[in-house]
């Protein structure tokens, strides 16, 4: 199993990233995808969640209105676009797969993880 992210770097407050997240060694059309992120001496926290169909999406707060989350499962890939990026965006960006979600706000809800990709705002 694996998922690889890609697509993080640095980038001007107000610029835009799109962060991919490939998956191998599993049916990816039967699990939910999540991206989280990690702030230095932050825990990790939920940035947004995508159901197996595309369906059903949901962001958090903080990030609402400016990323939104997608899915290509031909493609077996998940994406995260961030437009209006801010300094306080800055983190490690992690994508995840989880079988059976309920809380889709935890991380201990998700069983396979990818290596994270650092996104830094800054000027």
């Known amino acids: 199993v694996q998922l690889v992210e890609s697509g993080g770097g640095l980038v001007q407050p107000g610029g835009s990233q799109r962060l991919s997240c490939e998956a191998s060694?599993?049916?990816?059309?039967?699990?939910?995808m999540g991206w989280f992120r990690q702030a230095p001496g932050k825990e990790r926290e939920f940035v947004a969640r995508i159901s197996r169909s595309s369906r059903n999406t949901d962001y958090a707060d903080s990030v609402k209105g400016r990323f939104t989350i997608s899915r290509d499962n031909a493609k077996n890939t998940v994406y995260l676009q961030m437009n209006s990026l801010k300094p306080e965006d800055t983190a490690v960006y992690y994508c995840?797969?989880?079988?059976?979600?309920?809380?889709?706000?935890?991380?201990?809800?998700?069983?396979?993880w990818g290596q994270g990709s650092q996104v830094t705002v800054s000027s």
């Open positions: 995840a797969a989880g079988f059976s979600v309920s809380g889709w706000y935890l991380p201990n809800e998700y069983n396979y």
């Open positions: 060694g599993f049916t990816f059309s039967n699990y939910a």
